[in-house]
């Protein structure tokens, strides 16, 4: 069985516009339009796109907050918006611009009223407590009332809040928003083992490259609420079309390097930027480089992903614009 499965999903909202001073009308808008994708167990996902393409609201219908307008989303087999309450043993989910712990009370206190919530035996909560305190160093802040957490602190107990009944599927909003380096470094690493230790099912949403690179294998990217791309990160680099960059150093300054089919996009002093298009052969260029001048340095760049997301936003909306 399929974790999540989203079928022709659309989610319309009605908005109240000024239409002149003392006018005001009606406007549907679609936060979701007519998307469509499968998440098999064990699968680690990121959900990608920029500010208003319709993310949070695909999240909110999984979990069940928003009913959609049309379509079928089931998760664990489950429909979420009728079956919540089920839903809820078999799914963890975390905000990462609220929590779901208790102000005033200390970490530990707020767990337990998890606990008590999600009515997980006593045995199992003790023996969860202690591995999650562990794997995400909570040790030092049990004890603290949840206000006077550190952003990564309080980060780390809202995962195991929503980790302490072991569900099968963690759906994340943004869990590394505002993190310091070490704890982005730390909340990784925990979500990298739960994956492929436990086998934990993963859906992130992210604005962080550098969590799509170190943990998704799978990449589903969302523009206008419609998918633009659903696939690994290297067929991203394939469908944006992206080039390679040489970055040669040479021993002293020359004219720009031109060779068949090779560009020189930039030159400063000795070292300059060579355009490879994807097909060319990289050794090939670096050896008619050598013959032509004395070489001191030499490096291959792939196209970094924040780019390629950039271009892939861009295209979805150059796509889109004639109709308008
Ligand atoms: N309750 C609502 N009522 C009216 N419009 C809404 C509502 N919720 C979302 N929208 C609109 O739906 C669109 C998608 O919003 P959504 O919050 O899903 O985007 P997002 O991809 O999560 O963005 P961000 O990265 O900024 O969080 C936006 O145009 C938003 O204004």
Redesign the pocket.
């Known amino acids: 069985m399929r974790m999540i499965e989203v079928e022709d999903v659309t989610?319309s909202?009605?908005?109240r516009r000024r239409t002149g001073r003392f006018r005001r009308s009606r406007a549907r808008?679609?936060?979701?339009d007519g998307v469509s994708f499968g998440v098999e167990p064990g699968e680690f996902v990121g959900y990608l796109?920029?500010?208003?393409?319709?993310?949070?609201?695909?999240?909110?219908m999984l979990t069940g907050i928003l009913t959609p307008s049309t379509g079928t989303v089931r998760v664990c087999g489950l429909d979420p918006s009728r079956q919540r309450t089920a839903l809820a043993r078999r799914l963890g989910v975390v905000f990462g611009q609220r929590t779901t712990l208790w102000w005033d009370l200390p970490l530990r206190d707020s767990l337990t009223l998890v606990r008590h919530l999600y009515r997980v035996e006593a045995a199992a909560f003790r023996s969860r407590l202690a591995e999650l305190t562990a794997l995400l160093e909570l040790g030092p802040f049990l004890d603290t009332p949840v206000r006077q957490l550190s952003l990564g602190q309080r980060m780390r107990g809202d995962l195991a809040a929503a980790l302490l009944h072991d569900p099968r599927v963690l759906v994340l909003?943004?869990p590394t928003i505002g993190l310091d380096v070490v704890s982005k470094a730390t909340v990784r690493g925990f979500l990298e083992r739960l994956n492929t230790e436990r086998g934990t099912t993963v859906l992130l949403?992210t604005?962080d490259l550098g969590d799509i690179e170190r943990l998704c294998r799978r990449v589903m990217i969302?523009d206008h609420?419609r998918l633009a791309y659903d696939g690994g990160l290297a067929g991203l680099r394939d469908v944006v079309g992206a080039d390679r960059q040489l970055v040669v150093d040479l021993a002293r300054p020359a004219p720009p390097i031109t060779l068949p089919g090779v560009e020189a996009v930039r030159v400063d002093g000795p070292r300059q930027w060579l355009r490879l298009p994807r097909e060319a052969n990289a050794a090939a260029v670096v050896a008619a480089v050598a013959e032509r001048h004395e070489v001191v340095d030499i490096a291959l760049r792939e196209t970094d992903i924040e780019e390629l997301v950039t271009r892939l936003y861009g295209r979805a909306r150059d796509d889109r614009a004639p109709s308008r």
Do not use: L
Request: no cysteine; charged share 25%.
């Open positions: 989610k909202f009605t908005v808008v679609r936060a979701v796109g920029p500010n208003g393409a319709g993310k949070s609201t695909t999240i909110k909003d943004e949403t604005h969302v609420g």
